[in-house]
């Protein structure tokens, strides 16, 4: 095990974009589409779901009368909202699946969906239900915490605002660790459960015995990645708007001329228009993310090798440009 002088988050970065460069130059239409692929499910997904938000406060219908919750129109509400769970519990698996896939197509310079997808389906797992718990373990403690500040009889009073004044920093530092812990286990442990050949603890075990003497390189990392990422987030937005309103605009006037010609007939065309739109933005808008998130991978396993040349995972720029189309 040895590591290379400097501070790790700045020495990755040419090695980072010599990598993406060899990777996806020149441009190759199945392996810029897989990595698509791949970027939108280890990209993450968010959105939520209140499952007692209903008219009148929640408890009544508008008449007064309690809600019928076999009621025609809830059941199909709560058959809807566990189509959209169980799709999202089906969508976290898969990413998490491809986050180790992911790692290995940079690692091999082979970008391919199924190669490795199966050998790696048991560890995606572990790593799926290890950020679950840890999340959920980390929020229960949030809310113990809450509940301990207005379960008291006492009401409002000056010890609990006092509480309360602590526990917001307090709450918001939890959110910052679960964010800090759960992006070393993507950036730093996956690569590791895969060299290592084992488990989500036991690679963290490793991973700790590398970071624990090197502090001050982990949080120059922590700080660097996370200002990287806004700054090529925002660079990525910009050329999805602009992708956007490439496509947006032709079709746009399309619609503008069908109106004036078919005046209240032209609905039809704009529902053709619409899903014309959607089925190319689509694409178009996940290739837009490739060359980033090929980069930020490249570039956290960059900073992984020169943490511990054991877990160097990465061939060099010309290895890796050998891909398949």
Known sequence: MGMSSGIHALTAIDGAVSHTKSLLWPFRAGVWLRLAVIALFVGGFGGGFNFFSFPDGGGHAGSGMPVDLFAPGLGVAFLLIGIILILALVFGIIGSIFQFVFVDCLASGEVSLSRTFGMRSGKGLRLFLFQVVFALLMVAAMIVALLAVFLPVQGMGAPNLLALIVLVP???????????????????VVPVMIR????????????????????????????????????????????????????????????????????????????LLLLIGIIVAVPVLLLVQVPFATFLRYYSLGVLARFSAEYDLLKSPAETGAVQA
């Open 196 to 271: 290592s050949d084992c488990g989500v603890i036991e690679g963290w075990r490793h991973a700790w015995a590398f970071i624990r003497p090197d502090l001050v390189n982990a949080a120059a990392y922590v700080v660097f990645k996370f200002l990287l990422a806004i700054v090529l987030g925002l660079i990525a937005l910009v050329l999805a708007l602009v992708a956007a309103a490439v496509i947006a605009v032709p079709l746009v006037a399309v619609g503008v001329v069908a109106g004036i010609a078919l005046g209240d007939a032209a609905v039809p065309v704009y529902l």
């Open 170 to 188: 307090a709450a918001v530092l939890i959110l910052v660790c679960v964010g800090v812990v759960l992006m070393l286990t993507t950036d730093f």
